[in-house]
C-alpha cells in the first residue's frame, strides 16, 4: 500500500515535471501556426485561434529547410563519422600501447577540452582565411576531426576490453590494422554509440563557427539558417517557431530511436573514468 | 616498460602507432596549439583586423581587462550563473534519474526522452520561447503565477530568468547521464546492502551517491566548461541588461571580437577566462579527491 | 548496430537530398514576370544610357549581397539584367546581426561580393574596402541631398537613397474616445504630455493603457536627436568627443524620466517595447522611425493610426531631430575589374531609375534623397512621410556614428530606469564608455555639415 502511495506520488511528481518541459514546446508548436500579430496580442491563448499554416508554407522564400537540413545533416555525419573513427584508433592506441610520452600526449588531449572556445576561434578563423577554405565545408569538417573529449572517453572505454582478446589475434597472426579494424571497433560500439550521439548533438547545434565560416545561403546550416528570422527592425517569431518546430524532429527521432545504445555507452565509458 | 603490454612490438603496431600519434600531433598543432600561441601573441596587441591594426602594446590589454568594472560584474556574474545553475542540474538531474531509475516508475523511456527533449533544440529558438515567456504582460509565466513582474528587465529578477531557462534546457542531459550511472552500478554492492538492512535513503546516501561519484565529477566538469563558456542565452533575451546587470564573461568576449573587432582585447578577456576555467576544473578534481 | 546507423543515416540522407533537389527545382521557375526594357537615357543630371553594353557583352556573375527584403533587391537586378541579359546579379542575403558580422570578414578575403548592400552605423567596417563612385561629385550633389557629408577626401563611396527619421504615430480610436481632436495634435512636448495624460487609462494605479510607450527604444528615438532641439550637438567640437552628458541630453532625460515617474503617462513594466506595445492597443503614441511604418501594415494591421510631426520644445527648434540616411550600394574595391565595372554601372542605373529610388523609399519608409522626388505623389501618399515634407531640410544627420553611441546611451537608460542610477553618473558614465570604445575609431562628426549650423 505505501509503496503503491509513494509510486503514485513520484509518479504525479515526475508527470509535473514533464509538463513543466513540455509546455514551452507546446507554446512554441502552437504559435507556429498563428499569425504574428496574434503571437504578440495582449489576449494569449495557447492554441491559435486564426489557425494558419503560412508560416511554414511561406518558411521555404527565406529559408530553404530542405537544403538547410540536407547541409546539416552532411557535416554532422562526416563530422560524426569522423570523430567516432579518430577517438576510437586514438583510444585504441594510447589505451593499449605502451610507449615513451603516451601520458604526456594523454594528459595534453585531457588539456584541450578546458579551452574555451574563444581562446582559439578568433586565430582559427584567420587561419582559416589564409587556407583559403572560407565558405567550404572543410573548414566546418577539419578543424573538428579530433575531439579532446572522444579520445578520452574511447581511452577509458577501451582500456576495459580484455588484452586476451587481443593476444589471442596476434598468437593468430592478425596485424594490428585487423585487430582494430575487426575486433576493437566492433567490441567498442557501445562507446562508439555514445560518442556518435554526443558528436552529433554538438555538431547538429553548433553556432558561432558554421556563422562565421560559411557565407554562401546554399551552404548554410540549420542551426544558423533559425537566425535568418531576425530581421533589422523585427523579428518573424511565427517562421522561427515553425523552421524551429521541423529542426528539431529529426534529432528527436534519433536520440529516441539510438537512446539505450546511448546511455549504454555513457554507463560504459565515463563512470569509470 | 613495454614488457607489460605485451613483449613483442610487431611492425604493424609500431606502423600503426606512429601515425596515430603523428596524425594526433600534427592536427593539435595546427588547431591548438598554434592558435593558441597567435591568440596569446595578440593579446599583447591592438588588433584589429578590419582596419588592419596590429600595434604592440604591452600588458595594456590585461591591465584594461582588469581595471574594468564591468569585467568584474561579468566575473561575478558568470560564478552566480555557474554555480547555481551546475547545483540545479546535478541535483535535478540526479533526483529524476533516481526517480525513473527506482521499480516505482513505468514508463522509463518516456520519462528520459521528454526530459531530453529542451537539451536537443538550438539555444537560439529556445531563448527566444522563454523570452516570451517571461514578457511582463503577455507571457504564460506571469499570467499562470498572476504576478506582475518584469522579469527580464527587473535586475534582481534578470539573471534569475535567464538562469532558471538555462535549467530548463540543461537538467535533461543530467537525467541521461545518472540513468547511464545508475544502470552501471554494481548490483551485489546494492544487494549487500539490502541483506544488510540499510533502507532506501542509507543504501542511496552511503552506497548509490558515492558510487557515482566520478559521473558526478564529470557532469560537473562538463558544465563547468560550458557555463563560462555561455552567452547566446544573454545575446537574445537582456543583451546584458538591464544595464550591465546580466553580462557574462563570454559576452563581452563575444560582443569585443564579433561586434567591436577588438581581437586583442578579446583575446586577453580569453586567456583570463581560460585561466578561470582551468583553475575551477582543478579545484573540482582537487574536492573530490579530498574526501576519498 | 552499426549497419542500423549507417543504413539509417544513408537512408535520411538520400530521401533528403532528393527533396531537396525538388524543392530548389520548382523554387526558381516563379521569376518570370516580363520588365520593360527602357531603350532611351534616363535620369536627372545622373543619365543612365541602356545602349551602351556592359562588359563587351559577355556573360559575366557578380554577387549581390543584403540583409533586406529579397523582392525588393530582386526587382531592380531584374530591370538592369533586362537590360543587359549577359549580366547576371545573384542575390545573397544574410540577416541584418549576420550581415556585419561576416561582410566585412568576406570583403577581407578573396571572394567578397562585388556589390553590397551598406548600412552607415557600420561605415568604419566597410570603408577600407570600398572602392569610390565612378559617378562625378557634381552629379551626384545635383540629384542628391546631404551629399556632402559622404564625401572622403574628394571621393565619394555611397550616399543616401532615403532619409529615415522619427514621427508620432497615434491610436485615432483611442484618440478618439478620449475626446480628442484633429485640433489637439501637440506642437510642443508640454502639450505632448498634456494629452499623453488625457490618453492614459489607469484602474486604480494599474496601467490599462498608457499615454506614451518608449520602451526599449529611448535612446534611438529621443536620446540621440531631442538633443538637437534644444541646439546642443551629440558631438563637441572636435567632431570626435561625444557629447552625451551634456545638458540637454540630461534636458531630454529628465523629461522621459518625468513622462514615467510624474506625469504616470506610462511605465518602464509597462510594454516590454513600445512599438510591440502600440501594435497590441496598449498604447496611444509612440514615437517610431520610418520602417515602422511597414510594421504597422504589415503585422498590426488592425491598428487604425495616424501620424504627426515630432513636437518641440519651443516651436523652434535648432534642428528638429536626428535623420540616418538609408545607404546606396558599395563596390568591393578588390574584386575583379570587369565585376566592380558592372558594380558601378548598376549603381548608376540604381540613382538614375526614379521607379526604384521610389520603390525602395517606400519600402523602408524613407524619404527620397533624390531632390525630384521630394514633392512625388506615390511618396506624399505615405503619411509618415508625408508630415516630414515641410521641414526636412531642418533634420540633422550625425554621420555614422560608432553603435557604441546607441548601446551605451541604452545602458545608461536601462540604469536610470531599473538599476536607480541617477542621471548625471549614468550619462557621466556613458560619456567615458563611448571614448573608451571610440579610442581607435576614426569617426568624425558631419553635424558641422548641418545646412543651418550656428
Not at chain 2, 537539451?119 to 506582475?148: C, E, H, R, S
Not at chain 3, 541630453?249 to 506625469?263: A, G, I, S, T, W
Request: glycine share 6%; charged share 15%.
Amino acid at each position: 500500500m505505501k509503496r503503491k502511495i509513494s509510486s503514485i506520488a513520484l509518479n504525479v511528481i515526475l508527470i509535473l515535471l514533464g509538463v513543466v518541459t513540455v509546455y514551452p514546446f507546446i507554446w512554441m508548436v502552437c504559435s507556429s501556426f498563428k499569425q504574428n500579430s496574434e503571437i504578440m496580442a495582449l489576449e494569449q491563448h495557447l492554441l491559435p485561434q486564426t489557425f494558419i499554416i503560412d508560416n511554414y508554407i511561406n518558411m521555404n522564400n527565406r529559408f530553404n529547410f530542405l537544403r538547410f537540413f540536407a547541409n546539416s545533416l552532411f557535416v554532422t555525419l562526416a563530422i560524426t563519422l569522423l570523430v567516432v573513427y579518430t577517438s576510437t584508433i586514438c583510444g585504441f592506441v594510447l589505451s593499449k600501447y605502451k610507449f615513451k610520452g603516451r601520458n604526456l600526449l594523454f594528459g595534453f588531449v585531457l588539456a584541450t577540452m578546458m579551452i574555451p572556445w574563444c581562446v582559439t576561434i578568433i586565430p582559427k578563423y584567420t587561419m582559416i582565411q589564409e587556407f583559403g577554405w572560407m565558405d567550404s565545408y572543410k573548414a566546418l569538417i577539419i578543424p573538428a576531426m579530433f575531439s579532446g573529449f572522444g579520445i578520452f572517453n574511447m581511452k577509458q572505454h577501451i582500456a576495459t576490453l580484455p588484452d586476451e582478446i587481443l593476444e589471442a589475434a596476434r598468437i593468430d597472426g592478425a596485424d594490428e590494422f585487423y585487430i582494430f579494424h575487426r575486433i576493437v571497433l566492433p567490441m567498442a560500439k557501445n562507446g562508439i554509440s555514445s560518442i556518435a550521439i554526443f558528436q552529433f548533438l554538438w555538431a547538429w547545434e553548433d553556432y558561432l563557427w558554421p556563422y562565421l565560416v560559411i557565407n554562401t545561403q546554399e551552404k548554410q546550416l540549420l542551426a544558423v539558417g533559425l537566425k535568418m528570422f531576425n530581421g533589422q527592425y523585427s523579428t518573424d517569431y511565427g517562421a522561427l517557431f515553425a523552421a524551429t518546430a521541423i529542426s528539431i524532429i529529426p534529432v528527436l527521432i534519433i536520440y529516441l530511436v539510438f537512446q539505450k545504445q546511448f546511455i549504454a555507452g555513457i554507463a560504459a565509458s565515463a563512470v569509470k573514468g | 616498460m613495454f614488457k607489460k603490454s605485451h613483449p613483442l612490438q610487431s611492425k604493424s603496431e609500431i606502423i600503426l602507432r606512429n601515425i596515430v600519434v603523428i596524425a594526433m600531433v600534427i592536427f593539435f598543432t595546427v588547431f591548438l596549439i598554434i592558435p593558441i600561441g597567435i591568440a596569446f601573441a595578440g593579446s599583447f596587441h591592438e588588433w584589429n583586423p578590419l582596419s588592419g591594426t596590429y600595434n604592440f602594446l604591452g600588458l595594456k590589454n590585461y591591465i584594461d581587462v582588469f581595471s574594468s568594472g564591468l569585467f568584474w560584474t561579468s566575473m561575478l556574474n558568470t560564478l552566480i550563473f555557474s554555480v547555481v545553475v551546475i547545483i540545479f542540474r546535478v541535483g535535478l538531474g540526479l533526483g529524476i534519474a533516481y526517480a525513473i531509475y527506482s521499480s516505482l516508475v513505468k514508463y522509463k523511456s518516456f520519462f528520459r526522452a521528454v526530459y531530453y527533449m529542451p537539451v536537443v533544440t538550438p539555444m537560439v529558438a529556445v531563448a527566444f520561447v522563454w523570452k516570451f515567456m517571461y514578457n511582463p504582460q503577455i507571457g504564460t509565466i506571469n499570467q499562470i503565477f498572476g504576478l506582475d513582474i518584469n522579469w527580464l528587465m527587473n535586475p534582481k529578477t534578470a539573471l534569475l530568468a535567464v538562469m532558471i531557462m538555462t535549467i530548463w534546457k540543461d537538467f535533461g542531459y543530467a537525467v541521461v547521464m545518472y540513468m547511464a550511472g545508475l544502470y552501471s552500478l554494481p548490483t551485489d554492492a546494492l544487494e549487500a546492502a539490502k541483506v544488510d538492512g540499510a533502507n532506501a535513503w542509507q543504501t542511496f546516501r552511503y552506497i548509490t551517491l558515492p558510487l557515482l561519484k566520478p559521473m558526478t565529477l564529470f557532469v560537473v566538469i562538463t558544465s563547468i566548461i560550458s557555463y563560462i563558456q555561455a552567452y547566446v542565452q544573454i545575446l537574445i533575451m537582456t543583451e546584458g541588461g538591464p544595464g550591465t546587470t546580466t553580462y557574462l564573461a563570454s559576452y563581452i568576449i563575444y560582443d569585443e571580437a564579433f561586434v567591436k573587432y577588438n581581437f586583442g582585447y578579446a583575446s586577453a578577456l580569453s586567456f583570463v577566462l581560460f585561466v578561470i576555467t582551468a583553475v575551477f576544473t582543478w579545484l573540482s578534481f582537487r574536492v573530490s579527491g579530498s574526501q576519498e | 548496430m552499426m549497419k542500423k546507423i549507417t543504413a539509417m543515416m544513408l537512408m535520411t540522407s538520400l530521401a533528403v537530398s532528393s527533396l531537396a533537389g525538388c524543392g530548389s527545382g520548382s523554387a526558381s521557375g516563379e521569376n518570370s514576370a516580363a520588365v520593360e526594357v527602357p531603350t532611351e537615357p534616363f535620369g536627372d543630371t545622373i543619365k543612365y544610357d541602356p545602349s551602351v553594353e556592359i562588359n563587351d557583352g559577355k556573360d559575366i556573375t557578380v554577387e549581390l549581397w543584403e540583409w533586406g527584403s529579397d523582392d525588393l533587391f530582386q526587382q531592380a537586378i531584374d530591370g538592369y539584367t533586362a537590360i543587359h541579359p549577359n549580366v547576371t546579379i545573384k542575390l545573397v542575403n544574410n540577416p541584418w546581426e549576420d550581415y556585419w558580422t561576416k561582410l566585412p570578414l568576406a570583403l577581407s578575403g578573396e571572394n567578397g561580393p562585388a556589390i553590397f548592400n551598406v548600412h552607415n552605423s557600420y561605415h568604419e567596417n566597410l570603408i577600407n574596402y570600398m572602392a569610390p563612385l565612378e559617378i562625378p561629385l557634381e552629379d551626384l550633389q545635383a540629384d542628391f541631398t546631404g551629399v556632402d557629408a559622404h564625401v572622403i577626401d574628394g571621393e565619394v563611396y555611397y550616399i543616401d537613397y532615403g532619409m529615415m527619421t522619427g514621427t508620432v504615430y497615434y491610436n485615432k480610436d483611442m484618440w478618439t474616445a478620449a475626446g480628442l481632436t484633429e485640433a489637439d495634435i501637440p506642437k510642443t512636448w508640454d502639450e505632448m504630455r498634456e494629452v499623453a495624460k488625457k490618453l492614459t487609462i489607469k484602474d486604480g494605479d494599474k496601467l490599462i493603457q498608457a499615454g506614451l510607450n518608449f520602451n526599449d527604444d529611448f535612446h534611438q528615438n529621443y536620446l540621440l536627436g531631442l538633443n538637437y532641439q534644444l541646439g546642443e550637438n551629440l558631438f563637441q567640437e572636435d567632431g570626435k568627443t561625444p557629447n552625451v552628458n551634456s545638458d540637454a541630453m540630461k534636458q531630454v532625460m529628465q523629461m522621459l524620466v518625468d513622462m514615467y515617474e510624474v506625469d504616470g503617462i506610462g511605465s518602464k513594466d509597462f510594454g516590454e517595447k513600445g512599438a510591440d506595445s502600440f501594435g497590441q492597443g496598449q498604447s496611444a503614441m509612440v514615437i517610431q522611425w520610418g520602417h515602422y511604418y511597414n510594421t504597422l501594415q504589415t503585422t498590426w494591421s488592425n491598428i487604425n493610426f495616424g501620424v504627426f510631426e515630432i513636437p518641440t520644445f519651443d516651436g523652434n527648434p535648432y534642428a528638429y531631430n536626428r535623420y540616418n540616411g538609408e545607404s546606396t550600394f558599395g563596390v568591393n574595391k578588390n574584386a575583379p575589374a570587369d565585376q566592380q565595372a558592372v558594380a558601378q554601372d548598376f549603381i548608376k542605373y540604381f540613382l538614375a531609375n526614379d521607379e526604384i529610388q521610389i520603390a525602395f523609399n517606400l519600402a523602408m519608409s524613407t524619404f527620397p534623397a533624390k531632390k525630384s522626388l521630394a514633392g512625388n505623389e506615390q511618396i506624399l501618399a505615405n503619411p509618415s512621410l508625408a508630415v516630414l515634407a515641410e521641414h526636412i531640410d531642418h533634420y540633422i544627420w550625425p554621420g555614422s556614428m560608432p553603435s557604441t553611441m546607441e548601446t551605451s546611451l541604452k545602458k545608461a537608460g536601462q540604469d536610470i530606469f531599473f538599476n536607480g542610477v541617477d542621471i548625471d553618473t549614468a550619462l557621466n558614465e556613458a560619456q567615458e564608455n563611448i571614448i573608451r570604445d571610440m579610442q581607435n575609431s576614426t569617426f568624425t562628426s558631419v553635424e558641422n555639415l548641418y545646412k543651418y549650423a550656428k
